[in-house]
């Protein structure tokens, strides 16, 4: 093989080998996904699917208002 050719070769082979990436092992996610499986409470909540535990405890307690609409603050630990 010619020189150049081996060059580009190699340059293409090193600019793309960046996109072949595998996925995520799920023991290394953080966080709530769209896609999970979650189990908890009002103070906590597990994901199933790799054991994480997130904890989301109100600063304040929730008052009921005059509309469907309360916000509310919390502590998120994750």
Do not use: W
Not at 16 to 35: C, M
Not at 56 to 78: D, E, K, N, T
């Amino acid at each position: 093989m010619k020189p150049a050719k081996l060059l580009c070769l190699s340059v293409f082979i090193f600019a793309f080998s960046k996109l072949l990436l595998a996925q995520a092992a799920p023991s290394l996610e953080n966080g709530f996904k769209n896609y999970g499986s979650y189990d908890g409470s009002h103070l906590d909540t597990v994901n199933v699917m790799n054991g994480n535990l997130m904890l989301h405890i109100p600063v304040l307690p929730a008052f009921a208002q005059r509309g469907a609409f309360a916000p509310q603050y919390s502590l998120y630990v994750m």
